[in-house]
């Protein structure tokens, strides 16, 4: 069997916190890994907040009204990206974790709507886009099956914050595994 074939052992949860939606036009403003096993039990963790203009990160943000409904954040964002890390040095030293805790084995992408995460990826670190697996694990998909086929729901909570919400998605997956490890067998006997 090819290594793009084989089971997968690890999952490398990502999480990025941007000024907007659009690859080609807003930057990326935190960044935060979570290597875990399949079991979900954290192997590493990464975060960093990358660093911009003040002034370019604050024009981005008042042209995505959406960041008037986390006015910590961004005040977070504004206070802290003209000292965070340069873009080069996160993608280097994300790279670095993809071949230490992946060595041969392709890197799963895992997160909540992880589309949106690798598409800045592609864009923004095209190094590291080049270690990952085409597989991604997504959360959100979940999420879609759990509720209209189940009527599961799990309440994650809003931080957009990237570590936490890497927290939130692992433990909504843990959720729905749970659930149906406990309902396997009950779903035709109703």
Same mark, same amino acid.
């Given at each position: 069997? &090819? ?17 907007? @939606? ?21 192997? &590493? ?23 008037? &409904? ?9 206070? #802290? ?34 589309? &949106? ?10 190094? @590291? ?21 189940? #009527? ?35 779903? #035709?006997?109703?």
């Amino acid at each position: 069997m &090819s290594k793009k074939h084989a089971a997968p052992t690890k999952y490398l949860w990502v999480d990025l916190e941007m000024t907007g @939606l659009v690859p080609e036009k807003d930057v990326i403003l935190e960044v935060a890994t979570e290597v875990t096993g399949t079991d979900l039990e954290t192997i &590493s963790s990464y975060e960093a907040i990358v660093q911009h203009k003040k002034d370019k990160v604050a024009k981005l943000m008042q042209e995505n009204i959406w960041w008037n &409904s986390y006015p910590k954040n961004r005040d977070v964002f504004l206070g #802290g990206v003209a000292k965070g890390k340069p873009l080069a040095a996160v993608e280097r030293e994300l790279i670095e974790i993809v071949e230490h805790d992946f060595g041969d084995e392709p890197a799963i992408l895992a997160g909540n709507s992880i589309h &949106s995460d690798r598409a800045f990826i592609k864009q923004w670190m095209p190094q @590291l886009d080049l270690r990952l697996h085409y597989r991604m694990l997504d959360v959100s998909a979940w999420k879609v099956v759990m509720q209209s086929m189940y #009527g599961v729901q799990f309440r994650k909570p809003a931080v957009h914050r990237a570590y936490d919400d890497i927290q939130a998605s692992i433990a909504e997956l843990q959720y729905y595994l749970e659930w149906f490890a406990n309902n396997a067998n009950t779903k #035709g006997q109703e």
